[in-house]
Structures are given as structure tokens and as C-alpha cells.
């Protein structure tokens, strides 16, 4: 089998152990950061950290990733690549069944992979299959994924949440019908996701709790209320304070893990006056780095080099200069610049995590030397629909996918759906595809080193840390994994955890 040179992998800061006997029974109640009106069951448009916890608490993908991110059986049961890397051939589980009690078939993992490059679909993961030629069914349980390039990486993508198997023709998405652990009882979008056990579930003697109820608190303070008050058993996203809080409670506990997720600077470069490269070196040079690791973010991080590879990365490149906070540079290109006393928009929002507390250092500094910056504070609700991509600068967030290769693909291809600054680079294109089909680790390093040389040197999108997971549960909840792909053990946790009260 070839193995998978780019994964994006982290050791937890804090390591969890499931000692105990699972428990089954109760309720599990789930606050998240985000909210969304636009809540939805079809994978192909899921885009944010609800829609990520939703699709695993009602479906199934053909792998999963551990703790390790090493893509693990879920689904499939084993797979394997030909010689050429463009042959891979999955072996399905035998005894599934969906939710309306029919079996899952070959002919239903062909149609939720492949709906993905129809147009129609308008799935947010369509980047990722441009290098699919086609799926065949090989036999009732087995079937072939053919590429026109290799790609080593191919087990991880199929474990991404748009990758959820559906039943074949599935083109109604009010009620879910997947294979996952939980069946649908109650769903108000925006407001709440309530599930029932999955008494068909082909995980024998999961999932552990009876229901799960998925809701929505967008403020940081109240999320931290509702944990210490027991209203919740789970709270994604807590912040400052509600870090030391959440540590000294006697019934709550922190769940953390590193990962490569981070909120950034955003630069549209096909926007006024973002179109300006000294103007976006002014806020390349203005990020006071350290200080925003070490008293915004509460050490839970690592700096970042504006580009999207983690410094304990084997791919990382070591020989780009480390951005730093220098007055001077600042000053150099704000000059440059011809901006002059004019005024800057900067949008912010609670939206991206620590994104308002990025724009006030970031403030703070550009006032240090003349530079006339203009803090809009904006909703989180509309935010990614009316401010991401659509102002000149703004803060972005991005959170992290299996491999280097599939984030590159979605936020930094000239075609990927989530591109928000516009930046459009034909070697960088070239690169981002040279390094999906090349196996040699050496190789990969040379060609992701110069993927990250031109995204730091575009300025586009200046990342100045990556930020640590950081939940608060309950001492009850038990079964938990950190992982580096998200919130709660990377979003996968419906099936595993239960409540020990």
C-alpha cells in the first residue's frame, strides 16, 4: 500500500485515555462556536464546523482518520494501489444498511463520490476530484477508483466529511438517510440538530448515549456559562479567560489538541486597495506575532510564517525568513504605498476565532506608526456570506484537512472554492498538482517548499499563528480522542464518547 507523505499530523498538548467501561444511556448536549442559517444534511455543501459535526453524527465515509491522522476502515476495509498509483481499489463492508433499512451497495459508493464532479452539485469539494477519471464497480463489495495521476493521498480524501456515502439518486436532503450512528428526531436550521440511537448501527453496541442535541452559542462568555452551569456537555472554542475557568472548575475539564488551523490577515488582491503589495507588506510587518501567541492565545499555539505549514512539519520550509513585527518595514511600504493619512477598512469578526483580538493588536501597531486603520467589528452569522472575500481585508480562518495537498487544493489553487484573496499563481497551481502525484518524500519537500515560498511572498494572506483545539467538557463525558483535524477530536465523536455520571 503507498503511504502518505503529507499528512497533517500534531501531537496533543494534552493526552486523553479512555480507562473506564463505556456506559451507555443519556443525553449529550453539544454547544458549538459557529451558527448557520444555512444548515444543511447534503455533504457536498458542508463548509463549517457544524455542518462537519452534523455529517458524523448522521453519517459514515469509507475511511476515517485516528488520532494520527492515518486514514483507518470505516466504510471500506481495506484498500490498495496498484503500481501506478492511479488504480485504487476499496473493499467494501458487507451488512450495511441506511437508515430507511436498505443495504448500501457499490453502486451507492460510486454515486457519492462521483456527484462531486457533476456541476449541478455545487459541492465545496469538487477541487478535490478534478483528478478522478472515474469509479468502477469491480464486484458487489469492491470497488476502483481510477486517476489520471497518482496520488498518495487518495485513502485520506475519501475520509473527508463531503465524502459521506449516500444512497444512489439521493437528491432530497430535508431528512438524512445515511449508515451513521444517529437517526434524525428534530432539525430547526440554525437553531438545533437533535438525534435518536441508530438501533441498526453496524458498530456493535454503539453509539453509547441515546440522544445528541447539537446547538448553537456564538458568544464566548455565554458557551462558558452554559459548560459550568451544566447546560452543556460539550463547548467548542473557548477562549481567554475561559480557559483558566474551565481548569479550575471541579466539573469540567479542557480538551486540547495542536493543530494547523488558523484565523489570518486576508489580503483580496483583485480588490482596492488590497491590489496594493506594499499595502499588504504593511500588515505582513505590523503582526506582533509572539505577543499574540504568548498573551492572546495562552501559549495553546505555535508561530506561523504566513503560509500554511506547521514549523514540525517534515515539509516545512526552514530556509524563508521568519516574519517579525518591524516598525520599520512597516513604515517602509506604507510609505511605498502612496495610501498616505487615508483610511484602511479592516473587518473583523468573532466568527474567525481570536479574529477581534487579532485586528486590535494589529490596530494598536498600526497606530505606532501613522497608519490610519479603520476596525469594522461585523456579525458572525453573515459574515462568510457577506465580508469573506468580498472586502478588501479581512480576517479569514481556515481549519485544517487530512493532508497539505487537499488544503492547498481548497484555499489556494487558483480555481479553489475557498480562495478568498484572489490570489491566482500558474506555478503555484503546477506545484499544488506536482505534489499530489509525486511519492518521494524528498521531491515532495522541494516542491512544497516553493509552494510556500510564493504564498509567504505574495502577502496575500499573513498568517501569524497556528492555533491550538481548545473545548471544554464536562467530567462526565468520557471517550474522547484528540486529533488534529478539529474541534472535539477533529469533529468525529457521536459513536465514541458517553456519559459517566
Same mark, same amino acid.
Given at each position: 500500500?503507498?503511504?502518505?507523505?503529507?499528512?497533517?499530523?500534531?501531537?496533543?498538548?494534552?493526552?486523553?485515555?479512555?480507562?473506564?467501561?463505556?456506559k451507555?444511556?443519556?443525553?449529550? &448536549? %453539544?454547544?458549538?462556536h459557529?451558527?448557520?442559517?444555512?444548515?444543511?444534511?447534503?455533504?457536498a455543501?458542508?463548509?463549517?464546523?457544524n455542518?462537519y459535526i452534523? @455529517?458524523?453524527?448522521?453519517y459514515n465515509?469509507l475511511?476515517?482518520?485516528?488520532?494520527?491522522?492515518?486514514?483507518?476502515?470505516?466504510?471500506?476495509?481495506?484498500? +490498495?494501489?496498484?503500481?501506478? @498509483?492511479?488504480?485504487?481499489t476499496f473493499?467494501?463492508?458487507?451488512g450495511?444498511?441506511?437508515?430507511?433499512?436498505?443495504s448500501?451497495?457499490?453502486q451507492?459508493?460510486?454515486?457519492?463520490?462521483?456527484?462531486?464532479?457533476? $456541476? +449541478?452539485t455545487?459541492?465545496?469539494?469538487?477541487?478535490?476530484v478534478?483528478? /478522478?477519471?472515474?469509479?468502477?464497480?469491480?464486484?458487489?463489495d469492491?470497488?476502483v477508483?481510477?486517476?489520471?495521476?497518482?496520488?498518495?493521498d487518495?485513502?485520506n480524501?475519501?475520509?473527508?466529511?463531503q465524502?459521506?456515502i449516500?444512497?444512489?439518486?439521493?437528491?432530497?436532503?430535508?431528512? *438524512?438517510?445515511?449508515?451513521?450512528?444517529?437517526?434524525?428526531k428534530?432539525?430547526?436550521p440554525g437553531?438545533?440538530?437533535?438525534?435518536?440511537?441508530?438501533?441498526?448501527?453496524?458498530?456493535? @453496541?454503539?453509539?453509547?448515549v441515546?440522544?445528541?442535541e447539537?446547538?448553537?452559542?456564538?458568544?464566548?462568555?455565554?458557551?462558558?456559562?452554559?459548560?459550568?452551569?451544566?447546560?452543556a456537555?460539550? %463547548?467548542?472554542?473557548?477562549?481567554?479567560t475561559? /480557559?483558566? $475557568?474551565v481548569?479550575k472548575?471541579?466539573?469540567?475539564?479542557?480538551?486540547?489538541a495542536?493543530?494547523?488551523?488558523?484565523?489570518?490577515?486576508?489580503?483580496v488582491?483583485?480588490?482596492?486597495?488590497?491590489?496594493?503589495?506594499?499595502? &499588504?507588506?504593511?500588515?505582513a510587518?505590523?503582526?506582533?506575532?509572539? &505577543?499574540?501567541?504568548e498573551t492572546?492565545?495562552?501559549?495553546?499555539?505555535?508561530?506561523g510564517?504566513?503560509?500554511?505549514?506547521?514549523?514540525?512539519?517534515?515539509?516545512?520550509?526552514a530556509?524563508? *525568513?521568519?516574519?517579525?513585527?518591524?516598525?520599520?518595514?512597516?513604515k517602509?511600504?506604507?510609505?511605498?504605498?502612496?495610501i498616505?493619512?487615508?483610511k484602511?477598512?479592516?473587518h %473583523?469578526?468573532?466568527?474567525?476565532?481570536?479574529?477581534?483580538?487579532?485586528?486590535?493588536?494589529?490596530?494598536? +501597531?498600526?497606530?505606532?506608526?501613522?497608519?490610519?486603520?479603520?476596525?469594522r467589528?461585523?456579525?458572525?452569522?453573515?459574515?462568510w456570506?457577506?465580508?469573506? #472575500?468580498?472586502?478588501?481585508?479581512?480576517?479569514?480562518?481556515?481549519?485544517?484537512?487530512?493532508?497539505?495537498n487537499?488544503?492547498?487544493?481548497?484555499?489556494?489553487?487558483s480555481?479553489?472554492?475557498?480562495?478568498?484573496?484572489h490570489?491566482k499563481? +500558474?506555478k503555484?497551481?503546477?506545484?499544488?498538482? $506536482?505534489?499530489?502525484?509525486?511519492?518521494?518524500?524528498?521531491k515532495?519537500?522541494?516542491?512544497?517548499?516553493?509552494?510556500?515560498?510564493?504564498?509567504?511572498?505574495?502577502?496575500?494572506s /499573513?498568517?501569524?499563528?497556528?492555533?491550538?483545539?481548545?473545548?471544554?467538557?464536562?467530567?462526565? %463525558?468520557? #471517550?474522547?480522542?484528540? @486529533?488534529?483535524?478539529?474541534?472535539?477530536?477533529?469533529?468525529?465523536?457521536?459513536d465514541?464518547?458517553?456519559?459517566?455520571?
Amino acid at each position: 500500500m503507498l503511504g502518505t507523505a503529507a499528512l497533517i499530523s500534531a501531537a496533543p498538548r494534552m493526552a486523553w485515555s479512555a480507562t473506564a467501561e463505556p456506559k451507555r444511556g443519556g443525553v449529550l &448536549r %453539544v454547544a458549538t462556536h459557529v451558527q448557520s442559517a444555512n444548515d444543511t444534511f447534503d455533504p457536498a455543501k458542508f463548509t463549517f464546523s457544524n455542518d462537519y459535526i452534523r @455529517g458524523t453524527t448522521f453519517y459514515n465515509t469509507l475511511t476515517v482518520p485516528n488520532e494520527n491522522n492515518e486514514p483507518q476502515p470505516e466504510l471500506a476495509e481495506s484498500w +490498495e494501489a496498484d503500481a501506478t @498509483g492511479k488504480n485504487w481499489t476499496f473493499k467494501l463492508r458487507k451488512g450495511i444498511t441506511f437508515h430507511d433499512g436498505s443495504s448500501m451497495t457499490a453502486q451507492d459508493v460510486v454515486f457519492s463520490i462521483m456527484r462531486h464532479k457533476v $456541476e +449541478e452539485t455545487a459541492s465545496s469539494a469538487r477541487p478535490l476530484v478534478a483528478n /478522478i477519471t472515474g469509479v468502477d464497480i469491480d464486484n458487489a463489495d469492491t470497488i476502483v477508483v481510477r486517476l489520471e495521476s497518482p496520488d498518495a493521498d487518495l485513502p485520506n480524501l475519501m475520509g473527508i466529511f463531503q465524502f459521506a456515502i449516500l444512497k444512489d439518486g439521493t437528491t432530497d436532503f430535508a431528512k *438524512p438517510n445515511g449508515t451513521g450512528p444517529f437517526t434524525l428526531k428534530e432539525f430547526k436550521p440554525g437553531v438545533r440538530t437533535v438525534g435518536v440511537r441508530n438501533g441498526n448501527y453496524w458498530k456493535e @453496541g454503539r453509539p453509547y448515549v441515546d440522544e445528541i442535541e447539537l446547538f448553537y452559542i456564538t458568544d464566548p462568555i455565554a458557551r462558558l456559562n452554559a459548560l459550568l452551569a451544566g447546560d452543556a456537555h460539550m %463547548v467548542s472554542e473557548l477562549r481567554g479567560t475561559a /480557559i483558566d $475557568e474551565v481548569s479550575k472548575s471541579e466539573t469540567t475539564k479542557l480538551f486540547t489538541a495542536t493543530a494547523p488551523r488558523y484565523s489570518f490577515i486576508r489580503g483580496v488582491v483583485d480588490i482596492p486597495p488590497a491590489d496594493n503589495e506594499d499595502l &499588504r507588506l504593511v500588515f505582513a510587518h505590523l503582526v506582533n506575532r509572539k &505577543r499574540f501567541v504568548e498573551t492572546v492565545l495562552k501559549g495553546k499555539a505555535s508561530l506561523g510564517n504566513d503560509h500554511p505549514f506547521l514549523g514540525t512539519s517534515p515539509l516545512y520550509n526552514a530556509d524563508i *525568513p521568519q516574519r517579525e513585527l518591524d516598525h520599520d518595514k512597516a513604515k517602509f511600504h506604507l510609505q511605498k504605498s502612496g495610501i498616505g493619512s487615508g483610511k484602511v477598512e479592516f473587518h %473583523v469578526s468573532d466568527a474567525a476565532p481570536y479574529g477581534l483580538e487579532l485586528g486590535q493588536l494589529l490596530q494598536r +501597531e498600526a497606530a505606532a506608526i501613522g497608519f490610519n486603520m479603520d476596525l469594522r467589528r461585523e456579525p458572525a452569522d453573515s459574515y462568510w456570506n457577506t465580508i469573506a #472575500g468580498k472586502r478588501a481585508f479581512f480576517i479569514d480562518a481556515h481549519s485544517p484537512r487530512p493532508t497539505y495537498n487537499i488544503m492547498l487544493t481548497l484555499f489556494w489553487k487558483s480555481t479553489a472554492p475557498w480562495n478568498h484573496s484572489h490570489f491566482k499563481d +500558474e506555478k503555484l497551481d503546477k506545484l499544488i498538482d $506536482e505534489g499530489r502525484s509525486t511519492l518521494d518524500l524528498a521531491k515532495r519537500k522541494e516542491i512544497y517548499g516553493a509552494a510556500q515560498r510564493i504564498i509567504h511572498d505574495s502577502a496575500s494572506s /499573513i498568517i501569524p499563528a497556528f492555533m491550538d483545539y481548545v473545548d471544554g467538557v464536562a467530567n462526565s %463525558v468520557q #471517550g474522547l480522542v484528540p @486529533g488534529p483535524l478539529g474541534n472535539f477530536g477533529g469533529f468525529n465523536f457521536a459513536d465514541k464518547v458517553w456519559l459517566d455520571s
